[in-house]
């Protein structure tokens, strides 16, 4: 008898127990950014994190990526304390880091390439992740010659090609305007959902693993945004910090809109209504202490 997807229980694909990060001010003082924050992301969810602007949430996510020892506290992955950079997530910064020398498809076969990756194999791969963000027809451009929505779905492809279990993301569509937004948006969830898919079928196909231990059938996301909007609309779940300093988590969140999920509508339903109406309830509290202390 087969096994299900859901008869074994997985560790969590990154956790945060009791983690506090402090900073040395140039007067020699220190400045604690945030503190005691426990989090359990789940493999294969989608995890937002919002707060007020300097609340932490970049060093939370730098934390992870193993840029930044914890002051105090542990980071695990897949069970393992995290010692140094964190070789099982890629980073998706608010600014991309494509090189300006180099094509389209040279930087998305970048990883591959450093990876000792033959250089038919790796512009293969990248051809056919260009073709998945829906630039086949820019290969051979260079970043100057794209738009800021095009530069971002190549830094997506970038991060994707790398198969690794955790994606960060640090406010990625921060600086595109409101629909060029939402365009990324969906085409994030949809490589996800994707990615979810052939996951899925690889582990059904694969009886030596089902026998061995649950697949994951989704990529692990942890979502930093100061959008609430954003938060939900992508996210399983919404975890909320508090103003800072020493910021801490103040509220978790499950998200239970259906998926897949049409951006374009999700918005003016009750349900995210209603949830958005939940969250900014402590969110706004939080962004009123944060200006008091600015």
């Not at 934390?63 to 930044?68: D, I, K, Q, S, W």
Request: glycine share 6%; charged share 25%; aromatic share 6%.
């Amino acid at each position: 008898m087969g096994v299900g997807p859901h008869a074994y229980k997985e560790m969590p694909a990154l956790e945060l127990d009791r983690v506090c990060r402090d900073f040395v001010t140039p007067a020699g003082r220190t400045y604690r950014a945030i503190e005691d924050i426990s989090l359990a992301v789940e493999a294969g969810a989608f995890v937002a994190i919002v707060g007020p602007s300097g609340c932490g949430k970049s060093t939370l996510l730098n934390v992870a990526a193993g840029l930044l020892p914890p002051s105090s506290g542990r980071v695990r992955v897949d069970g393992v304390d995290l010692v140094g950079l964190n070789r099982r997530a890629t980073y998706m910064f608010q600014q991309d880091a494509l090189l300006p020398w180099k094509t389209v498809r040279d930087n998305v076969a970048l990883g591959l390439t450093l990876a000792g990756v033959a250089r038919a194999e790796s512009h293969a791969r990248a051809d056919a992740w260009l073709a998945r963000v829906g630039l086949t027809a820019f290969t051979a451009h260079y970043p100057a010659q794209l738009s800021g929505g095009m530069r971002k779905r190549v830094t997506m492809a970038q991060n994707w090609i790398i198969d690794r279990g955790l994606m960060l993301m640090d406010e990625p569509f921060s600086a595109l305007d409101v629909h060029t937004r939402q365009r990324m948006e969906s085409e994030l969830l949809a490589l996800w959902d994707e990615a979810t898919a052939e996951l899925a079928e690889n582990a059904e196909n694969n009886h030596a693993l089902r026998a061995q231990r649950a697949p994951r059938f989704k990529r692990t996301v942890l979502f930093v945004t100061h959008d609430l909007e954003e938060a939900i609309a992508l996210a399983d779940e919404v975890v909320v910090l508090s103003a800072g300093p020493a910021s801490r988590i103040v509220a978790r969140h499950p998200v239970t809109l259906d998926r897949p999920r049409d951006l374009m509508e999700l918005r003016t339903t009750t349900a995210f209504v209603d949830l958005y109406r939940a969250l900014w309830a402590v969110l706004r509290e939080e962004v009123v202490k944060s200006q008091r202390h600015a």
